[in-house]
Structure formats: structure tokens, C-alpha cells
């Protein structure tokens, strides 16, 4: 436990951009936002076990998740305060520390009604078997609809190869239409979030 704190405390003071020396940033940073019952979805990436959210972007918990939470895909339920960004991922994906103070296992998945989304398989649209997400963005009287039955911002057309990383990069394109009306993701974030990482180990991919 002490050993991940430890290294959480070096990873925020690495990953922090250049600011004046008297300032904190990561968990140290100062208070910006109180948050309750935001939905997300546990992600293992490059730092950890974080929160994946359509509102918040990454979120990266001040201290160690409890056992039960560390499962990739777990839909939770999270609570808590943000403290200042400490980095980026290009283009606009922001990673946030948070105090959690409430944290609940979910049954459900994703099921907003302003913006939906949905898992699908990559087979029904031509291509070989795996998993794709479709989006709509209902906030407007001609919303945005967005089918991917494959990775997007890299070459190719390979599938996702597990619904957990089909949904994971949904809810980011969510979170950037929500965030900057830009439901881009960048081949870095994908890379961050491990998308598809199991497949191309196996071989599958």
C-alpha cells in the first residue's frame, strides 16, 4: 500500500506541467470541483486502475482502489473532489486526481438518454468478428451519429477485441463531445487505455 501511494506522489510530480515551484499539483494541488454520482468505468492504464468518465475524462484516485474495484470495465459509481489536472493526453484528454469519498459497484452500463451508447459486433458490418460501439447524439434535433465497427485513429480495420475496450473508447469520444463538441480520440489515448493491447500480445490482432 505504502509503495503505491510512494509512487503515485512520483508520478504526480513528474506528470505535472511546468508551473512555479511554490505551486502543488496531482493530489497535492488545490480543491476545484466537488462531484457526486458521476457514472465511470474502471480502466487499467499506463498509471493504474483509474475512472474512465463522459463527464470528468480520466480520473486518477488519490489513493488505492479497494480489491473489488480493480476489475477492467467495472461500471461504478463515483463521488468525490477533483483537485487541478496534472496532464494530458493528446489532444484535449485530460487525467484528474481525485478524493473519492463514495464508491459504488454498478450492475449497468452506460444508459444516458442525451448521448447513447451502444456495444456492437463488427461482423454485422462486414468485417471480421469483434466489437465496435455506435453513438448518438440526441442534444440536438440532427445529432451526431457515430458507427464504428473498428479502432479508429489508426490504420486499418481491426475490430476491438473485447466489449470492455469497445466501451472504454466510446465513453472518451463521449466525454469529447461532451467536453469540446469533438468526439476524437488519438492513437495515444488508445495506446494509454490499453485498447486491444491482449489482442495484439496473443497475436490475435
Do not use: W
Not at 461532451?178 to 495484439?200: F, I, Q, T, W
Request: hydrophobic residues 35%; charged residues 25%; proline residues 7%.
Amino acid at each position: 500500500m505504502r509503495r503505491t501511494l510512494f509512487a503515485l506522489l512520483i508520478l504526480f510530480s513528474l506528470g505535472c506541467e511546468k508551473q512555479e515551484q511554490t505551486e502543488d499539483c496531482g493530489c497535492d494541488s488545490e480543491k476545484t470541483e466537488v462531484v457526486k454520482n458521476l457514472f465511470g468505468i474502471v480502466v487499467e492504464t499506463d498509471d493504474g486502475f483509474e475512472i474512465l468518465t463522459d463527464e470528468k475524462g480520466l480520473l486518477l484516485p488519490c489513493s488505492e482502489l479497494a480489491p473489488e474495484f480493480k476489475k477492467e470495465g467495472q461500471p461504478v459509481i463515483v463521488s468525490g473532489t477533483l483537485k487541478a489536472p496534472y496532464k494530458k493526453i493528446p489532444d484535449k484528454f485530460e487525467i484528474t486526481p481525485i478524493e473519492i469519498n463514495a464508491l459504488q459497484l454498478r450492475a449497468f452500463v452506460y444508459n444516458k438518454t442525451d448521448i447513447t451508447l451502444e456495444i456492437i459486433k463488427s461482423e454485422d458490418h462486414g468485417l471480421k468478428p469483434g466489437f465496435g460501439y455506435f453513438i448518438e447524439d440526441l442534444r440536438t434535433p440532427h445529432g451526431t451519429r457515430i458507427l464504428q465497427p473498428h479502432l479508429p485513429a489508426v490504420p486499418g480495420l481491426d475490430p476491438f477485441c473485447a466489449p470492455e475496450d469497445a466501451m472504454k473508447t466510446g465513453l472518451s469520444v463521449i466525454y469529447g463531445l461532451r467536453a469540446h463538441e469533438d468526439g476524437y480520440v488519438s492513437p495515444e489515448l488508445l495506446e494509454y487505455l490499453n485498447v486491444n493491447k491482449k489482442c495484439s500480445q496473443s497475436g490475435l490482432y
